[in-house]
């Protein structure tokens, strides 16, 4: 069984940083794309951050709306990726949720974290 856990968010004043992480537990063999989405209070899901693997070097993208402000990476060893959240702006107010595609002994599918909101106001 293969869990995922996201950090805890916050409330973070306009300008402020915030890291999210988020932990893959279970039989795992091996993790590939990692995604970050938000989702707002009536708006569409949106991706924010991909990152194809966890070592070094792996290839980045990011949505032009946090592009230069929102980092994503990962460690391999604890197979946990982070979101590292700088310069946040009120429309950043969302729901962030991390996703990984996890190969096991018997799947290659996608996991979803459980969701951890991120309130940007001053």
């Known amino acids: 069984q293969v869990q995922l856990v996201e950090s805890v968010g916050g409330l973070v004043q306009p300008g402020g940083s915030l890291r999210l992480s988020c932990a893959a537990s279970?039989?795992?063999?091996?993790?590939?794309?990692i995604r970050w989405y938000r989702q707002a209070p009536g708006k569409q899901r949106e991706l924010v951050a991909t990152i194809t693997s966890f070592t070094s070097g792996g290839n980045t993208n990011y949505a032009d709306s946090v592009k230069g402000r929102f980092t994503v990476s990962g460690d391999n060893g604890k197979n946990t990726v982070y979101l590292q959240m700088n310069s946040l702006k009120p429309e950043d107010t969302a729901v962030y949720y991390c996703?990984?595609?996890?190969?096991?002994?018997?799947?290659?599918?996608?996991?979803w974290g459980q969701g951890t909101q991120v309130t940007v106001s001053s």
């Open positions: 279970g039989s795992i063999c091996s993790i590939h794309v």
């Open positions: 996703t990984m595609k996890i190969q096991t002994m018997a799947s290659h599918s996608d996991y």
